[in-house]
C-alpha cells in the first residue's frame, strides 16, 4: 500500500478517513504556517452566496439561529464560521446597525450538530414533501 504524509496520513486504495479528509481541508488553508490568501479568497466566494441566504431569510423571518452543517464547513472549521459571519456582516443584517452586525453575527452563526445526518434529514424531507405536495402548509396549519 502506498502512502505518503504531510502532517496526516492519505492512504492510496482506500477511502480516506474522515478525521483525515478534515484534516486536508484545514492544511489547505495554511501555507507554511500562515494564512494562505488564495485559499481564504475562494472560502469567500464559496461563502458569499449562503451569506446572501442568510441575509434575506433573516429579513423576512429572523431566526434566531442559523446552524450550519456539512463536511466542507466543518472541515474548514472555525474559520469558515468566521468568513461566513464577515460575509454578512459586509453585506448588513436588516435592522441593525453596521456596528452592531459582527457581534451579532457570531451569535446567530453558529455550527449545528456534527453528526453527519444533515444529508439524510434534508433528503427524507425532500422525499415526503415531493410525494404529498402541501404537506408543509397543512403542517403549519396543524401547529
Known sequence: MTSFTVSGTFRAGNAPYFRDILHWTRLALVKNGKRDG????VVRQVAHPLAIGINHIWASSAPERFYIVGGF???VGERYLNVLRAEVSQLGLFGFEPAETHAFARRLIVFGKDDDNGGVHGAAIAAVVQDNPGIISRLRLAA
Open 38 to 41: 488564495f485559499a481564504l479568497d
Open 73 to 75: 464547513a466543518r472541515g
